[in-house]
Each structure stands twice: as C-alpha cells, then as structure tokens.
C-alpha cells in the first residue's frame, strides 16, 4: 500500500486537553463519501499517466480508491471529536469564576486549537471526496491548471493532488 503525507497532523483522542468535549459545525453528513457504498472507480486504462509511466492497473486503482475512502472515514472521525473537544471548551468557558488571566487564555487557545484542527479537517475532507469523485467520474490524474497528467507516482503518494508539480511550484511562488 503506498504510504502519503497528509497536510494536517491527526490527534488521538486520548492527546486532547483533559475536559475537552466539542461544539462548532456539524460533522460530515452521514452521507458522506465514506458511508456511500462503493462506486466503481473509472476504468484504470483511462486515467491519464505522463510519458514512461505504466498504466493504471485495477488493482492500484481500486487500492486508491480503498485508500481515499479509508481516509474520508478518518477525517469525519477526527472532525466529531474536535467538534466535540470544542463544545466542552465553549460550556467549561462560561465557568470562569475564580479563574485568573492565564487560566482564561489558556482556555481560549485550547479553544481555538481545536476549532483550527477541525477547520482542516473540513478541508481536508472536502478534497478527500472531490478526490474520490473525480476518481469515478471525470478529470482524476489530470491538472487542472494545464490539462497536462499529474504523474502516476504524485496521485499515488498524494491522491488529493489536482495539479502537475510544474503548476504546483508555480502556485507556490506566488
């Protein structure tokens, strides 16, 4: 299975601050992309692959999809239990009676920390699903500011990846 970095640091549970119990947006619907049965992905033959590369085979394409499907699951996982986190910071904050300054602020950056770490994880599900319907639908492996591949090898490393290197780098200098 090919292994990928994630741009968000997932957290356990059990490393949330003490008390921690959450409230913000809802979590992912129960219809997200991790609940829906599994659609057939699009034909490995057809997803584009740069010059020299081999050809999707389905095994690797039905193991990214398994991959991106697993992750969805993961990031709605992480995103109830920050939200949850949240809520327990947002009723422990209107409890501040007898608490000094650094006890306040230390709420409200724990506060904070944790409406950060679901915001990325709302963003990163979103592209985990747009990822996986590109995958059984149109445009996966291809960038979308040139049209050109993305490369084999980059949608397996990173599956949410929607643009070549060349149009990534360029993005960056920005």
Same mark, same amino acid.
């Given at each position: 299975?090919?292994?990928?970095?994630?741009?968000?640091?997932?957290? %356990?549970? +059990?490393?949330?601050?003490?008390?921690? #119990?959450?409230?913000?947006? %809802?979590? =992912? %619907?129960? !219809? @997200?992309? +991790?609940?829906?049965?599994?659609? =057939?992905?699009? +034909?490995?033959?057809?997803?584009?692959?740069?010059?020299?590369? !081999?050809?999707?085979?389905?095994?690797?394409?039905? &193991? $990214? #999809?398994?991959?991106?499907?697993?992750?969805?699951?993961?990031?709605? +996982?992480?995103?109830?239990?920050?939200? &949850?986190?949240?809520?327990?910071?947002?009723?422990?904050? /209107?409890?501040?009676?007898? !608490?000094? *300054?650094? !006890? =306040?602020?230390t709420k409200n950056i724990s506060r904070e920390h944790e409406l950060s770490l679901a915001a990325n994880a709302r963003d990163m599900l979103a592209q985990t699903e747009r990822?996986?319907?590109? $995958?059984?639908?149109? /445009?996966?492996?291809?960038?979308? @500011?040139?049209?050109?591949?993305?490369?084999?090898?980059?949608?397996? =490393?990173? %599956? #949410?990846?929607?643009?070549?290197? *060349?149009?990534?780098?360029? *993005?960056? #200098?920005?």
């Open positions: 299975m090919v292994r990928h970095k994630t741009e968000a640091v997932a957290r %356990p549970a +059990a490393a949330r601050p003490s008390g921690s #119990r959450a409230r913000t947006a %809802p979590a =992912a %619907p129960a !219809d @997200s992309a +991790a609940d829906t049965p599994p659609e =057939a992905p699009a +034909a490995a033959g057809t997803l584009p692959v740069r010059p020299g590369e !081999d050809p999707w085979t389905e095994a690797e394409v039905a &193991e $990214l #999809r398994t991959e991106l499907v697993a992750e969805a699951a993961a990031l709605g +996982a992480e995103i109830a239990a920050s939200e &949850e986190a949240v809520s327990g910071l947002m009723r422990d904050s /209107g409890d501040g009676a007898g !608490d000094d *300054q650094v !006890d =306040a602020g990822a996986l319907a590109r $995958l059984t639908g149109t /445009g996966f492996g291809l960038c979308e @500011s040139c049209g050109e591949p993305i490369g084999k090898a980059r949608v397996q =490393a990173f %599956p #949410r990846a929607t643009l070549c290197v *060349q149009c990534k780098a360029k *993005q960056e #200098r920005r």
